[in-house]
């Protein structure tokens, strides 16, 4: 039931990928006042989504969920996207300075993700949860300076200072 949840989500958002990709198509057969800004929010909206992918499949893989079809499936969906990406670039458009950036944050995405997907599950797997236990620790030690910054009265006195400062001369 878990694998088929992964499977059907990362579908999803494969065909959200997609979307913004024709959507980006379609306004570059369009030359329009405000076609860059709506170009640049797509490839935005693309990477954020792409980024979204992998999360779903790390998460699952922290789960020890069966995610083995998953990878083929979302790679043979993001080699289509990097093609048509890298077509956009090869085209040259007059105003692809206004969205070089996002493009290339785009293509990076798609390439980085692709190479997630080639990667072995169990190494993958192994990587993302040591990833999740060093986040961990990270936040336990935080938590742990904070409750021991807290009782610090120095700090106390800096904020008060702060305060003060911050009311208005009288």
């Known amino acids: 039931l878990e694998f088929r949840r992964v499977l059907f989500r990362s579908k999803l958002y494969l065909l959200f990928a997609k979307q913004r990709l024709d959507q980006v198509q379609s306004l570059m057969a369009k ?18 989504i792409i980024d979204a992918i992998d999360t779903i499949s790390d998460d699952a893989l922290v789960r020890k969920n069966d ?25 040259t458009p007059h ?18 993700s692709l190479d997630l997907s080639k990667e072995d599950l169990t190494t993958r797997g192994q990587n993302v949860n040591l990833k999740v236990e060093e986040d961990k620790k990270k936040v336990a030690t935080v938590d742990a300076e904070e409750r021991q910054g807290a009782k610090d ?7 008060a200072a702060a305060a003060d400062a911050a009311k208005p001369a009288r």
């Open 67 to 91: 995610v083995t079809a998953a990878p083929a499936f979302i790679a043979d969906g993001e080699k289509k996207f990097q093609n048509q990406l890298q077509k956009i670039e090869a085209s």
């Open 153 to 159: 009265p120095l700090a106390d006195k800096a904020e």
């Open 31 to 48: 030359d329009r006042a405000g076609r860059s800004a709506e170009i640049r929010q797509l490839l935005q909206d693309y990477t954020s």
């Open 95 to 112: 105003d692809l300075a206004m969205y070089d950036f996002e493009l290339k944050e785009a293509l990076a995405a798609t390439s980085d």
